[in-house]
C-alpha cells in the first residue's frame, strides 16, 4: 500500500478547493489554512502525550503557556 507524505495530502486538498471555487478568488486562505491543520495537530498530539500538556508542548516545540492558549482557542479544554 502506498503511504502519501502530509505535504502531497495538502497539495491534493488545496488543488480540490481551488477546483471547488469554480474561479470565485479565496480569502483568508492563510489563516484558514493555520486553523484546519493546528487543530487535528493539536489533537493527536495531546492524545499521544496523554493529556500531558508539558510533554505535548516539548514535542511541538512550544511553550506551555503558547499550548494552553491554543487548546483554550480550539475549545479543546476549559
Known sequence: ?????????????????????DGIEPAGMYEMMVRVVEKPLLEVVMAQADQNQSRAAAWLGLNRNTLRKKLLDHRLME
Open 1 to 21: 500500500m502506498s503511504q502519501k507524505s502530509i505535504d502531497e495530502c495538502v497539495r491534493l486538498s488545496l488543488a480540490s478547493y481551488f477546483k471547488d471555487l
